[in-house]
C-alpha cells in the first residue's frame, strides 16, 4: 500500500477568478488567496517586540564603570538620565544611562519610533555584544560617559533592551537610585552641588553645576512657535524649588511626558549641568544635551530635603482632605469615652514621645475671629488642590485650568481666624473639618430662616455646608456676626498620620 504525501500546493489557498461568467458579484464564502504563512507568523515580522525575548548566548552582568571597550557579551542595568527621541531623524533613539558608577550612551534603533515612551528616571536592562568608547556618543561632552553601545531590538537577537514599569515603593522601584560621585559609605558632600537660589544668581557661569530641587507643580502642555525652525514645538513648565528659592524648569518636545508623570511637592530632581536662560527677568532653568536628571535620588542631601519638603507643606498647604474612616464619628461625640481637653492638653498629649495612636476628645472654645466676607469676596470660600496649583472659588465645584478635570471643592478652612481657651490658642488654617462639623458651625446655631441670592428658603431639614455657596451677602454677614465670639464645642480626632487636629462635630 503506497503512502500519500501531500504537495505544496494544498498548504495555499486556491486561486480564485477575478470575474465571474454570469456578471454576478464574487461569492461571500470564496477565501481570498494565502500567502502560507500563518497571523501569528506574519505578527512576529511586523512588530518583533509583540514576543517576549529569550538570551540566545550568555551574557556577563557589569557595572557601568568596569565595561571594557570591545566587542563582549554584557548585560547592563540603570536608569535613563537624559534622551532624545528619534535623534535628528536619524532612526534611532538616544538615551544615557547610569547605575551609580558611571554612564553609558545608548543607541537605540527602533523599527517603529512609537515602540518606546522613554521617560526620566525609567529602569533599564541592556543585553549588548559591543561597547564602544566615547567617540562614538556623538557630537558634545556628556559628563562620565566613556563608553557607547547600539541596540537593534527586533532585528538583532543579540542586542535588546527592557525598559521597566516598576510599581511605586517595589523593590525594582528602590534601586540604581545612587547618583555619580556619591559614595554612601563615606559620604560627605556631593561634588558641585549648589543651593537653587546660588546656581540662579552666579551658579550657572560654572558650567559644571548640580542642583538639587522638589518639583512645585506642573504645568500645562502648550505649542510654541519656533522663529528658528518654523514650527510648533510642545512645551511643559515644571515650577522647581529648594528651601532658599523657586524657578521654572523648561521640558520641551519628547521630554513633556516626563514632566507629566513627576509629583508636584513630592518628586525630588538632582540636575547636572542644568541651561539657564534669562527671560526678561525671570531666570529659567533647561535641561541641555550634557545635562543629567536623577529623579528621585537616593543619598543623604536627597533625604533631607524630602524631609525639608515635607515640613514646608504642612505649614503651606492649601487643602489638607479629612481623614475618612479614621475614627467612629458617632461613637467620638455621644460614646461613653468623652473626654474633655483644653489646648495645653491637647499640644502636652501629641507632643509626647511615646504617642503613637490617634485619639478623640471634646474642645470648649470661643471662635476669635471670623472670615467669611474676606474670603466671600476674594472669591477663595472653597479650595482645593491639584497638578499642585490651588484651585479657588465661591462654588463647590471648580475645574483645574492645567489638567481641566473638574473637582468637588471643600470649605476654605481660613475662613475661620482662630479659637482660644484659657489654656491657649488654635489657627483655623490648620484644623481639618468633615463635611457634617461644617454644616453644624454654619447652620446649628441659626435660629431664623437664611435666604438664598433668589430669595427662596434654604431647606433647614438636609442642609449642607455648599448651600451657604448659594447665600448673598446679607445672609452671609449675619453667618459671620453670630459665629464671631461664640462659645461651642468641637469634638476632635487627633490624626498622627496627618499631625493635625481633625473636626468631627460641632455643639452649640
Known sequence: M????PSIQSFYSREVPQSFPDG?????????????????????VLNPLSQPWKPSRNYETCPISLLQAGPHNYQISGRIVNFAHDFR???F????????????AVKLYYVKASDYQVLFGQRVTIWTTFIGDSSGAGPGNI??????TALYPGRNGATHIIVHSDVPDSDGSRILRCPLECNLKEYEYLPALMTLKAFLSTGYDLGEGKILVCVRSVGPRRSVQSKKHQNSLDMVEVGIFDDTATSVLKLWEDKVPSGKSWVPNQTILLISKPTFTLRGTSPEVGIGYS?????DPDFPDANWLRNKVKNMTKKQSIYVPFPSGAWDIELAINGPGRTLFTIADVEDQVRHPGLTTDFTGKLNVIILDVKLMEHWRKDTLCCFECCGIPLYANKPIATCKNCESRHDLALNPRIIGSVVDESGTITGSKLVWCDDAWTQLLFGGTTGDLQREDESEINLIEQSWEDITALGSDALRDIEGLLLYSRITLT?????????????????
Request: glycine residues 10%; aromatic residues 10%; charged residues 20%.
Open 492 to 508: 476632635f480626632g487627633w490624626s498622627s498620620k496627618l499631625e493635625r487636629l481633625c473636626v468631627l462635630g460641632v455643639e452649640w
Open 89 to 91: 531623524n536619524q532612526g
Open 2 to 5: 503506497s503512502v500519500l504525501f
Open 143 to 148: 559628563p562620565f560617559c566613556a563608553s557607547t
Open 93 to 104: 533613539h538616544f538615551l544615557v544611562v547610569t547605575d551609580g558608577s558611571g554612564a553609558i
Open 24 to 44: 454576478n458579484d464574487e461569492p461571500s464564502n470564496v477565501r481570498e488567496p494565502g500567502d502560507g504563512f500563518t497571523s501569528s507568523e506574519v505578527e512576529v
Open 291 to 295: 545635562s543629567m536628571v536623577d529623579v
